[in-house]
């Protein structure tokens, strides 16, 4: 209800945990401190067409590269669905379970790291859900089934295949009406997940926009 405010949040959360790290404070409780912040945000509760920012690792999280583009898409009426950097940590860890489940040591070496990644963030997300949007994560057996739907093995390394799946996952089950492909100039792996979406917007009829940033001009203004 107030512009900003969620913003300026966001600027002391950080603040708080950054103290927490430096100064060797208890981190859970310095985010408990950070979720009482959030909590006091005053809220309408409205439903926006939710747009999925997908593509390179560091452009889709970095304001500064991307020209603050969930800023942007706000502004013009959406909702922002972005995914978290550990998402990178749970496919190389799912990659290791696909590409060595019959052997032993691997597997176990995947359930003890997948315990104690889920543990954190569980740690993390419990408190801060009650403020966040309902959103259905696919699991990683349903984003492996999307990749052999479209003919690509669940072994292939690299961020494309996380794109395409969860692009598809989400898009299929009607979580979010469109996507927003980013990646800097040039990039091999965006170049390829460029031609694959466009069979995801053709099969579920999902509106795609691919940008590419190279530090000149605003390619965010074809988001109008």
């Not at 969930?70 to 860890?93: A, D, M, N, P, R």
């Not at 995801?200 to 965010?220: A, C, M, S």
Request: proline share 4%; charged share 25%.
């Amino acid at each position: 209800m107030n512009p900003g405010e969620t913003d300026q949040k966001i600027g002391e959360t950080i603040a708080i945990m950054e103290e927490a790290i430096y100064q060797r404070k208890n981190k859970g409780t310095a985010w408990e401190k950070a979720v009482l912040g959030f909590q006091s945000i005053k809220i309408q509760r409205t439903r926006r067409p939710r747009v999925l920012v997908t593509g390179d690792l560091y452009v889709k999280n970095n304001d500064a590269f991307n020209q603050n583009i969930t800023k942007k898409i706000e502004e013009l009426g959406g909702e922002v669905i972005s995914t978290s950097v550990t998402e990178y940590f749970h496919y190389g860890i799912e990659l290791d379970r696909y590409e060595g489940e019959q052997k032993f040591t691997q597997v176990a070496m995947y359930y003890v790291l997948k315990k104690v990644i889920d543990s954190w963030e569980q740690y993390y997300l419990k408190p801060i859900q009650p403020c966040l949007s309902e959103l259905k994560e696919p699991s990683w057996d349903e984003m492996f089934a999307a990749l052999a739907e479209m003919g690509i093995d669940a072994g292939v390394h690299g961020e494309t295949a996380l794109t395409l799946s969860r692009a598809m996952c989400l898009a299929r089950a009607g979580q979010i009406q469109a996507i927003v492909h980013v990646n800097p100039a040039f990039c091999c792996a965006g170049n390829v997940s460029i031609s694959l979406l466009e069979s995801v917007r053709e099969k579920l009829n999902v509106p795609v926009l691919n940008i590419f940033y190279d530090g000149t001009d605003q390619p965010n203004s074809s988001l109008v």
